[in-house]
């Protein structure tokens, strides 16, 4: 169902309300086909990124709890899906830092260091992650 949404060519607000049921039932339903939903979640991040923010974040706080619950089951969130929401996150939040955004910055940091402490690298992806966000300075204020 959602590779038809995500081919049809309808406007962005039209898709995100279908991938966003879609994401929401599947969820509701427990399903154990984490893989697929991570897909659906990652289309669906990056359609709101621009659209949606308030959704793209809302998201993160799924994927959190998601990665969380499945992480000793059988099918666990997939590493790759972590690792793209963890960097795409973290760009966001520079982004947000190169505009003066300093609280939604962090906001975005925080959230893409608590992705990266999902992935199963050893903690390499957070690290490197806390450095970068280590280097930025803060106007005081």
Known sequence: MADIVLSAEAPTEVTIAALQQIVTKTWSLKSNDV???SRWIRCLFSLALTSAPELAEHLLSQVVTIATSAKSAP????AEELEYLATTTFNCAVDLYCTSQDEA????????LEIAELCNDEGA???LLME????LTWEEG
């Open 35 to 37: 893989s697929k939903l």
């Open 75 to 78: 099918n666990a969130y997939p």
């Open 105 to 112: 910055c962090r906001r975005w940091a925080e959230r893409a």
């Open 125 to 127: 992806l957070r690290t």
């Open 132 to 135: 970068k966000y280590g280097g």
